[in-house]
C-alpha cells in the first residue's frame, strides 16, 4: 500500500491549506514549474517563475515602500510584526502541515518551524523599542558625540528547502521593524509555503491599515532568480542561506557592487563525547542532531568523537539507536525521520557512503531505502566508524550520516572538531568543568555556536545564529543581529560658540 493511500493525498491537503490561508490559485497553478511532495512524490502545484524584470519591478516597489516605511517610528513598524505574530498563531496548524507536505519535515518539527516564526516576531516586536545608539565621549568642549541607526533599504533574502519559512522570517521581521521592505526568493523546491507565508503578511498588513504596498514580496525561481536580486541596485543587503557553493557565488558578486551580505551557508558540525559525559543525555541529544530532520539541518551532527574510555560502552547504544529509529510517513505519529528532498540526495548520500569505506569506514546499517515504491525518498539513518578524520568526513553531506571517531586527548579532539572547512555548530558532552571552559575559551571550538551538553542542531532564536570559515561569518536573529539590517552614523554637534578642531588642528583663517 502506498503512503499517499495510507494518509490521504498530499496533493489534496496541500490544496486545502493553500486555499484556507487565501492564496490565490492562480499563483499556485498553471506554471512551469512543478512542485513535488518529499513525502509522496505528488505533484502538489504548478508556479510561475518570476522573470528578469519581474524581479526588478518587485525591487523597484519594494525600494518605493522603503521611502515610505522609514518613516514610521520603529514601534508602529513592530505593531505591524506583532499582528503578523497573530496570523501565525492562528495559522500554525496549517501552515505546519504544509511544511510537512512541501519539506517532508515531522509533524513536530514542522509546528517547531512555526513557532520558531511567532518566535521572532514576539523578539522582534520588543526590538522595535530597543533600536539604540551610543553616546560617545568627543574630545572636543561643547560637543556631543552620538551614534544613531537608521533603515538601510530594500533587503534580499534568498532561502534554502530545510527551513522554508522560519529562515525568511528570521530575516524579514527584523528588517521590518528596522525599516527595511523585503523581497524573497525561497527555494525553487518549497515555493508554496513561501505563498502561504506571504498570503499570511498581507492579512496583518491589511490589518495595519496605513502600511505602504510590496513591504514584503515574493519571487519564484531557481539560481537565475537569487542573480537577479543579488545584482539589483537598489539592494544594499542580501541575506543568502543555502550551500556554500552558493555563498562562493553570491558573495564576490555583492561585494563587487559594494553590498551586504549576510551569508548562512553550510556546517559540518561535530560533538565531543568526554569520559564524564552523562550517556543517557549524550545519546538523546546526539540521536537528534544526527538524526532529526533527516540529517538535513544546516546544523546536523555529522561527526562524533568519543573519548576511548567510553568507545565501547557508548557505540552499542548509538548503533541501537540507529537500527530502531522509525523512518517513514513524517505525517504519521511515531515517526521520527522522514524522506529526503529528493533522489538527488540519496545519490549524493551513498556516493559519500562508498567513499568512506573506501577511507576504511564500517558502515552500520543506513543507505538502505525504507519504505520503497511510495513516491518518496526513506532512508535508514547511516553510522559509520571511520578510523580518521579523512574523505568525506571533512565536507558536508546533506543527508543522515553520522562518522564516528576515537580520541584519547582532549586538545587534540578539539582541533580535529576545527580542522574542517565549515565552521557552525559545536557540542561537548561533559561533566567536567576544566573541560566544558576549555571547550568554549579562545582556544576551543571555533564555530560560532558552541554548546555544552546540548546537541549542536536546535538554536533558539534570542542568541545570534550563524558561522565562521566557510559557513560564511553572517549572524541573524537574536543578540545585536539587527544591526545588519540598519545603517550607522556617526554624529557630532558643537553646541558651543567656538570651532575647536579635533586633534587640536589649528586652521586660523
Ligand atoms: P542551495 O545552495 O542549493 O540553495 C539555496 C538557495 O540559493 C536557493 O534558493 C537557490 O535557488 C539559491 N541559489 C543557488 N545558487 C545561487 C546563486 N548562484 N545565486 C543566487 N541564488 C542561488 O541549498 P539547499 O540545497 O536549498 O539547502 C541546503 C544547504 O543550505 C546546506 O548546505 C545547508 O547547510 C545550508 N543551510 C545553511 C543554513 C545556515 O543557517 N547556515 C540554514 C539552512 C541551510
Request: with cysteine.
Given at each position: ?8 493525498s ?11 490561508l ?26 510561475h ?5 519581474g ?10 515602500a ?6 514610521v ?5 513592530g ?16 501552515l505546519?502541515?504544509?511544511v ?10 514542522a509546528?517547531?518551524?512555526?513557532q ?11 526590538l ?7 553616546t ?6 561643547d ?12 533587503v ?11 529562515v ?5 521581521c527584523?528588517a ?10 525561497p ?15 498581507e492579512?496583518a498588513?491589511?490589518?495595519?491599515g ?6 514584503s514580496?515574493?519571487v ?7 542573480e ?6 537598489k539592494v ?27 551569508l ?9 563525547v ?15 542532531a ?6 538535513q539541518?544546516?546544523t ?6 568519543v ?5 565501547d560502552?557508548?557505540l ?24 529526503l ?5 540519496l ?43 579523512a ?5 558536508e553531506?546533506f ?6 571517531m ?7 579532539a ?5 580542522d ?6 559545536s557540542s ?5 568543568i576544566?573541560?566544558a571552559?576549555l ?14 551538553n ?7 532564536i ?21 544591526k ?11 553646541y ?6 579635533a586633534?587640536?588642528v589649528?586652521?586660523?583663517?
Open positions: 500500500m502506498t503512503l499517499q493511500s495510507k494518509i490521504g498530499a496533493a489534496a491537503d496541500a490544496a486545502a491549506i493553500l486555499e484556507r487565501g492564496v490565490p490559485a492562480e499563483r499556485w497553478t498553471g506554471g512551469a514549474r512543478a512542485v513535488h511532495s518529499p513525502v509522496t512524490g505528488e505533484t502538489l502545484g504548478q508556479v517563475d518570476t522573470d528578469a524584470a524581479v526588478a519591478a518587485a525591487v523597484e516597489a519594494a525600494h518605493a522603503f521611502l515610505a516605511w522609514r518613516n517610528p520603529a514601534p508602529r513598524r505593531e505591524l510584526v506583532r499582528l503578523f505574530g497573530e496570523e501565525l498563531r492562528a495559522a500554525k496548524t496549517d505546519a502541515a504544509l510537512t507536505l512541501e519539506a517532508g519535515k515531522i509533524v513536530s518539527e509546528q517547531g518551524e512555526v520558531e516564526m511567532i518566535d521572532i516576531c514576539d523578539y522582534a516586536v520588543g522595535s523599542r530597543q533600536l539604540f545608539g551610543l560617545l565621549a568627543t574630545e572636543r568642549p560637543h556631543r558625540m552620538m551614534e544613531t541607526w537608521h533603515p538601510l533599504g530594500v534580499g533574502v534568498i532561502s534554502a528547502f530545510n527551513f522554508p519559512v522560519a525568511w522570517s528570521w530575516n524579514a527584523l521590518l521593524v528596522c525599516g527595511d521592505p523585503v523581497v524573497w526568493k527555494s525553487e523546491k518549497t515555493p508554496l509555503t513561501a505563498l502561504a507565508v506571504q498570503a499570511l503578511f492579512r498588513a491589511a490589518r495595519f496605513d502600511a505602504p504596498a510590496d513591504l514580496t515574493v519564484l525561481g531557481g539560481r537565475e532568480v537569487g537577479a536580486l543579488v545584482d539589483h541596485p544594499p543587503l542580501v541575506s543568502a542561506t543555502g550551500s556554500t557553493a552558493m555563498g562562493r557565488a553570491v558573495g564576490p558578486r555583492l561585494a563587487a557592487r559594494f553590498a551586504r551580505s549576510l548562512e551557508l553550510g556546517g559540518n558540525n561535530a560533538a565531543i568526554a569520559p564524564t559525559a552523562d550517556l543517557d543525555l549524550t545519546l538523546r541529544g546526539v540521536a537528534f544526527a538524526m532529526g530532520t533527516a540529517g539541518r544546516c546536523t551532527l555529522r561527526r562524533l568523537f573519548h576511548d574510555s567510553l568507545y560502552a557508548f552499542p547504544r548509538l548503533k541501537a539507536a540507529y537500527g530502531s529509529v522509525r523512518v517513514g510517513d513524517p505525517r504519521q505519529a511515531g515517526t521520527l525521520v522522514g524522506p528532498i529528493d533522489e538527488g540526495s545519490a549524493a548520500m551513498q556516493r559519500a557512503l562508498d567513499e568512506a569505506r573506501a577511507a576504511g569506514g564500517q558502515v552500520t546499517g543506513g543507505g538502505e531505502v525504507e519504505v520503497a515504491g511510495c513516491g518518496g525518498t526513506y532512508v535508514r539513518p547511516a553510522l559509520v566508524e571511520m578510523p580518521s578524520q574523505g568525506p568526513v571533512v565536507r553531506t543527508a543522515p550520516i553520522l562518522y564516528v576515537r580520541y584519547s586527548d582532549l586538545e587534540q578539539i582541533a580535529l572538531q576545527n574542517v572547512p565549515q565552521g557552525l555548530s561537548i558532552f561533559t561533566n567536567d576544566r573541560e571552559e571547550f568554549v575559551s579562545p582556544r576551543g571550538s571555533d564555530c560560532g555556536i558552541a554548546n555544552i546540548i546537541g549542536p542542531s536546535g538554536a533558539e534570542g542568541g545570534a545564529f550563524g558561522g565562521e570559515k566557510e559557513t560564511g561569518g553572517g549572524r541573524e536573529a537574536g543578540s545585536d543581529s539587527w545588519a539590517y540598519m545603517r550607522r552614523a556617526t554624529n557630532t554637534v558643537n558651543g560658540r567656538t570651532l575647536p578642531l586633534q587640536g589649528s586652521f586660523d583663517l
